[in-house]
T-cell receptor, first 109, second 114 residues
C-alpha cells in the first residue's frame, strides 16, 4: 500500500536552516503537502507543491520535489524558535491523504 | 470563524465504557475524516465520509463507528473502550475540487482508557 516516511526528530540552532525530508511510494499524486502541528493543536497546511514542479519557494520555505526518487523536502531558512513544531508531509489520493510519521523540529536558542 | 470544532478536549474512560466524540464543521465541506495520532506513528485514518449518508473505513476502523446524517456533523463512536484506543483523535474536513484539497483540522480530543 501507499507509504510516506519521515525521520522522527531534527534539532537545529536558531538562525540556521532546517531541512526536513520525506519519501513516498505513490507516484500518481497531483499534489504533495506539508502540514505543521504546534503543541496541543491540530494540523495546519503550511505549503504544497504541484507534482509537475521541481521547486516551490514561499518566503522562508522552499519545497523540493524529486519525482524520480520519490523524495520531498522542506527547507526553512533562518529557523526561529516559533518554528518548533511537528511537520508532516502528506501524499494525496482522490479524497484521502496518507500522512507521514511527522518530524519533530526543535529549535535551540 | 469556527472551522472544525471537536468536543470534548479531554476524556478519561474506563475499559468497556462507551463514548461519542463530536465533530462539527461550518464550512459546508463535503468530506470529513477521523484520525488518531499516536507518538511516532503519524496520523492514521479511522473513517471518512464524502457526504451526508456516506461513510467508509480507513486504515484502522476496528472498535469505532461513525455516522453522517448531516453535512455539518460527523460523530465518532467508541462502543467498548480498550487501552489500545488511548490516543489523540482529530477530526478534519475538506472541500472536493480540481485544485489542492486542504484539510482543516479540529484541535483534537485526548482520550485515555484505563
Amino acid at each position: 500500500g501507499e507509504d510516506v516516511e519521515q525521520s522522527l526528530f531534527l534539532s537545529v540552532r536558531e538562525g540556521d536552516s532546517s531541512v526536513i525530508n520525506c519519501t513516498y511510494t505513490d507516484s500518481s499524486s497531483t499534489y504533495l503537502y506539508w502540514y505543521k502541528q504546534e503543541p496541543g493543536a491540530g494540523l495546519q497546511l503550511l505549503t504544497y507543491i504541484f507534482s509537475n514542479m521541481d521547486m516551490k519557494q514561499d518566503q522562508r520555505l522552499t519545497v523540493l520535489l524529486n519525482k524520480k526518487d520519490k523524495h520531498l523536502s522542506l527547507r526553512i531558512a533562518d529557523t526561529q524558535t516559533g518554528d518548533s513544531a511537528i511537520y508532516f508531509c502528506a501524499d494525496s489520493g482522490t479524497y484521502k491523504y496518507i500522512f507521514g510519521t511527522g518530524t519533530r523540529l526543535k529549535v535551540l536558542a | 470563524n469556527a472551522g472544525v470544532t471537536q468536543t470534548p478536549k479531554f476524556r478519561i474512560l474506563k475499559i468497556g465504557q462507551s463514548m461519542t466524540l463530536q465533530c462539527a464543521q461550518d464550512m459546508n465541506h463535503n468530506y470529513m475524516y477521523w484520525y488518531r495520532q499516536d507518538p511516532g506513528m503519524g496520523l492514521k485514518l479511522i473513517y471518512y465520509s464524502v457526504g451526508a449518508g456516506i461513510t467508509d473505513k480507513g486504515e484502522v476502523p476496528n472498535g469505532y463507528n461513525v455516522s453522517r446524517s448531516t453535512t455539518e456533523d460527523f460523530p465518532l463512536r467508541l462502543e467498548l473502550a480498550a487501552p489500545s484506543q488511548t490516543s489523540v483523535y482529530f477530526c478534519a474536513s475538506s472541500y472536493p475540487g480540481t485544485g489542492i484539497s486542504e484539510q482543516y483540522f479540529g484541535s483534537g480530543t485526548r482520550l485515555t482508557v484505563t
